[in-house]
């Protein structure tokens, strides 16, 4: 079992930036592949990006290629996703979550950390 922490929400102006960090506890998270998810009240949990166990192999939603990255550290269990040139629309609950088959569905994913607020101000 693993336990998902994210952290480095808030609120910035359009076109700022955000660094989230998801932090795992309980086993090592280089045994995971791990998605960034966000969701809008009302709306399903959209995939943003998702990256392999050693970071070779990642995945991107058009809605934020060129504009986020993700990145991990497995020596410090921490997946990283780094927000830049943000938009009023990027305004959501981010989620990360780890999984065992490198995926864009949500039902892939086994473990979720609790969300971390972003705001993005017009």
């Known amino acids: 079992q693993v336990q998902l922490e994210e952290s480095g929400g808030g609120l910035v102006q359009a076109g700022g930036s955000l660094r989230l960090s998801c932090v795992a506890s309980?086993?090592?998270?280089?045994?995971?592949?791990v998605g960034w998810f966000r969701q809008v009240p009302g709306k399903e949990r959209d995939i943003l990006s998702a990256?392999?166990?050693?970071?070779?192999?990642?995945y991107y939603a058009d809605s934020v290629k060129g504009r986020f990255t993700i990145s991990r550290d497995n020596g410090k269990n921490t997946v990283y996703l780094q927000m830049n040139s943000q938009r009023p629309e990027d305004t959501a609950v981010y989620y990360c979550?780890?999984?065992?088959?490198?995926?864009?569905?949500?039902?892939?994913?086994?473990?979720w950390g609790q969300g971390t607020q972003v705001t993005i101000s017009s």
């Open positions: 979550a780890a999984g065992t088959t490198l995926g864009y569905s949500q039902s892939q994913y086994i473990h």
């Open positions: 309980g086993r090592p998270f280089g045994a995971y592949v």
């Open positions: 990256i392999s166990r050693s970071g070779s192999t990642i």
